[in-house]
């Protein structure tokens, strides 16, 4: 067990609909990063909050957007679903401080969109 | 950007033999090598990682070597058992500005008993 959690496991939604993913970080960590695993794509870097801002983007879709509250917990938004946003969707938390690289990844949230 | 690439994709080895994934870095500026395993359905779990002060780290029977000059990073499993069966990923990032994972596209590790 990483310590960090999220939910829900699963999520069967269809097209055009709106979901929210949520993740809690384990204790102590500033920094939560989201990223996407679907088969054709492998493990993609969508963004990353550190103490409730936001610090990165990868490829995240315009569809998409996310938010870290007060008690550092993060929540990705995914909205206008398609059939090709069917994936995995992991966050992970770090400290993000000097010395401290180390990213833990939650057990993940499986989207399917029909 | 980043970009890893990983080789094998696949690789089937008998119990008790050694294994070796390679992967290989673009960004120069990249300075920190995790490795993760990932077992069939579940969350990529960090098992070792290497930063570029180092040439090479060892847990076990698990070590990572890494060659800046050449850019590229090594996963070594000795004497390989039945559990260690998963899909491996190398990743790089940066431990300044930038700290978000590049990943390799994943190798999968058959150990057959």
């Known amino acids: 067990d990483s310590g960090v959690t999220q939910t829900p496991k699963h999520l069967i939604t269809a097209t055009g609909q709106r979901v929210t993913l949520r993740c809690s970080p384990r204790s102590g960590d500033l920094s939560v990063y989201w990223y996407q695993q679907s088969l054709d794509q492998g493990l993609q870097f969508l963004i990353q909050?550190?103490?409730?801002?936001?610090?990165a983007k990868g490829n995240i879709l315009e569809r998409f957007s996310a938010q870290q509250f007060p008690d550092l917990h993060s929540e990705l938004n995914l909205s206008s679903l398609e059939l090709g946003d069917s994936a995995l969707y992991f966050c992970a938390s770090s400290v993000d401080g000097t010395g401290r690289y180390e990213q833990f990844f939650g057990p993940g949230t499986r989207l399917t969109v029909l | 950007g980043e970009n890893v690439e990983q080789h094998p994709s696949t690789l089937s080895v008998q119990e008790g033999d050694s294994a070796v994934i390679k992967c290989t870095y673009s960004d120069s500026a990249s300075n920190y090598f995790p490795w993760y395993k990932q077992e069939l359905g579940k969350r990529p779990q960090l098992i070792i990682d290497?930063?570029?002060?180092?040439g090479e780290k060892k847990d076990q029977r698990i070590a990572v070597t890494l060659n800046k000059t050449a850019k590229h990073f090594s996963l070594h499993i000795t004497e390989t058992q039945p559990e260690d069966s998963a899909v491996y990923f190398c990743a790089a990032s940066r431990r300044t500005g930038r700290r978000a994972l590049t990943f390799g596209s994943g190798t999968r590790l058959q150990v057959q008993p």
């Open positions: 909050y550190y103490n409730g801002e936001e610090r």
């Open positions: 290497i930063r570029s002060n180092v």
